[in-house]
Structure formats: structure tokens, C-alpha cells
């Protein structure tokens, strides 16, 4: 009898513990499931509405376009948007704004649109199929602004040079490297990290040669692109347009005295690239998200779009 009662005893405590185990096993995967589910409207939330964010975009620089002209920064496209409630944006009459779910109310939006055509284009670096000696002069001068060794750039512009010949001999060969699309890619090339690091404010990829605009261009990008001209002369350029932009690349050659250095061929007023940089906050986790526009006319398009989560509460480090 006493042997009976203590194995009825054990085989009730063995029962108990098996079903708090398949509890508990049952309470992690329906936990998990929420979080599952709970990230999944996240992403989907955010992606929404970050692509609203850049239609956006693209029709502040389409309306821009329709006045015509030059483009500087004094410009509505150049304008950042500060982070606000997105509650702020949805709002369509009174009383509606600050109302709404908590989704609405928790989710902060900010954003910016940048003209590449301010910086320095590493396309232009090719022309022809071979290495175009202005462009080269002036990413040297840009190197040298920035302490970078001058190896460096011959061995970037070679491998450039193969990237960027479509030849078949080439391509079979394997002598050509994947063509990179950003600069963060330009480390296929040869470029150390640290460097593309220091070159990145003032460069950029674009997919076909662009001139150089001097009414967005920081005065880096004009010392190093203009051959013989010096630092305090591109501060002058950068101060004169802040109170007037240039009209034409005349106006800004005039100012350095006509040496005829700034030629239409290699300088502008006008762009045509744009990056628009979008900003959400949304249930703890800030997603980023950068897209390449092209404007043609009244046609404004995507070329490519790189979305991530850059901070969450629930991670010390960033997710990339």
C-alpha cells in the first residue's frame, strides 16, 4: 500500500510538471506569435509610409519643375521636414488632428531632399571608356583637401575604368569588378572603408555623367573642380548665391573675373538627380530610408530605394 501510494504520488508530480510544461511551451509560442505578427504590421506600416513619403518628394521637385528656372537652396525642395507626428499630416478638418488610434499618434515622420549634382560624380571620372583627365584633377585636388594618399585614387579610377568597360573580353576575362550603384559600394573598387568615409559629403555615384551645380555645390566640390582656384575664391562663390543664386554659369565665371574656367559643359545651375532621405519613428524602432530620383521634365522617377532599421530600443547596436 505504501509503495502504491508514493508511485500514485510521483506520477501526479511527474503529470503536473509535464503539463506546466507544454503551458508554458504553448504561452512562448503564442507570445512569440504576437511579436511575430506585431513586427510584420510594423514593417508593412512603415513601408506604406515611407513610400507615401517619397511620392511626396517627388511632387514638391515635379511642381518644382514647373516654374522652370535654376535650382538652389533657398528652394521649397531644400527645405528639411523636422520630425512630427504623422497625425499632424493626416489631419483633413478640424479636431482631427491628435486624434486618431495610438499607431497615429506614436508614429514621427522626418525628411530631406539633397541634390547629388553637388557633389562630385564618380561617373564622370570615365568618359569614352578611359579616364577623364579634368575629372581625375579634381577628385586629386578633393583628395588632397582631405589627406587621402593620391595611390588611392589611381588604383580606384583603374578599377573604375575596368568596372565600367562592357566589353566581352573584359567581362570573361574577369579583370572588371560588379559595377557599384552607391558610394558605400565603392569598396569593391579598392577603396579602403575609412576613405569612402572621408570622401562620402562630397561625392556621389549617379548613372550617367552630370555637371556640377554652383548653386548647390559646397565649396570643396567648386575649389577642387575649377583647376587654379583657391579656397577663399569658392567661399565667395558659396556667400554671393546664398543672397542670389546664379542664373546661368556665366554669372558665376564673371564673379571669379571671366577666366573661363566654369564652362556648361562641366558646371550648371540646374539639376536633375535628387536623394530623398526619410525619417520614421514608429513602436520604438527608427527606419531610414534613402531613394535616388531623376527628374526629366515634369517625369520624375525612382532608381533605386535602401530601406533598414538604424535604432531600436530593444538593440544597443544598429541593425544595418
Not at 506614436?106 to 530631406?112: C, E, I, K, T, V
Not at 561617373?123 to 595611390?151: C, K, M, V, W
Not at 565600367?164 to 558610394?183: E, F, H, K, W
Request: aromatic share 6%.
Amino acid at each position: 500500500m505504501r509503495a502504491q501510494r508514493g508511485a500514485a504520488l510521483l506520477m501526479a508530480m511527474l503529470t503536473v510538471a509535464l503539463v506546466a510544461s507544454f503551458a508554458a511551451a504553448a504561452l512562448w509560442q503564442q507570445w512569440r506569435g504576437i511579436e511575430v505578427e506585431a513586427a510584420e504590421r510594423s514593417r508593412v506600416q512603415s513601408g506604406w509610409i515611407l513610400t507615401g513619403a517619397l511620392d511626396w518628394s517627388r511632387l514638391i521637385l515635379r511642381e518644382d519643375a514647373r516654374t522652370g528656372g535654376e535650382d538652389h537652396l533657398a528652394e521649397p525642395w531644400a527645405v528639411p521636414l523636422e520630425e512630427a507626428r504623422l497625425s499632424t499630416f493626416l489631419a483633413a478638418e478640424q479636431g482631427v488632428a491628435g486624434s486618431g488610434d495610438g499607431d497615429a499618434r506614436d508614429a514621427f515622420l522626418s525628411g530631406r531632399i539633397a541634390d547629388m549634382q553637388s557633389r562630385l560624380n564618380v561617373a564622370n571620372l570615365i568618359e569614352a571608356g578611359r579616364i577623364s583627365a579634368p575629372d581625375l584633377r579634381a577628385f586629386t585636388q578633393l583628395f588632397a583637401q582631405l589627406g587621402l594618399p593620391p595611390q588611392q585614387l589611381s588604383a580606384f579610377a583603374e578599377n573604375l575604368r575596368f568596372a565600367s568597360d562592357i566589353s566581352a573580353d573584359n567581362r570573361s576575362g574577369g579583370m572588371a569588378a560588379l559595377m557599384p550603384q552607391q558610394v558605400e559600394q565603392l569598396v569593391w573598387l579598392g577603396l579602403p572603408p575609412e576613405s569612402i568615409a572621408r570622401i562620402a559629403p562630397f561625392v556621389t555615384l549617379l548613372p550617367q555623367r552630370t555637371p556640377l551645380n554652383l548653386n548647390t555645390a559646397q565649396a570643396e566640390a567648386i575649389q577642387a573642380s575649377v583647376p587654379g582656384l583657391n579656397m577663399s575664391d569658392a567661399q565667395r562663390l558659396v556667400a554671393v548665391r546664398q543672397s542670389a543664386p546664379f542664373r546661368s554659369v556665366a554669372d558665376a565665371d564673371r564673379l571669379l573675373g571671366g577666366i573661363g574656367a566654369l564652362t556648361e559643359s562641366r558646371f550648371s545651375v540646374a539639376s536633375r538627380f535628387f536623394e530623398v532621405r526619410g525619417r520614421l519613428r514608429l513602436d520604438g524602432n527608427i527606419v531610414e530610408e534613402r531613394s535616388l530620383v531623376q527628374r526629366d521634365g515634369l517625369e520624375v522617377r525612382t532608381l533605386w530605394r535602401r530601406r533598414g532599421i538604424v535604432l531600436s530600443e530593444h538593440a544597443q547596436a544598429p541593425v544595418r
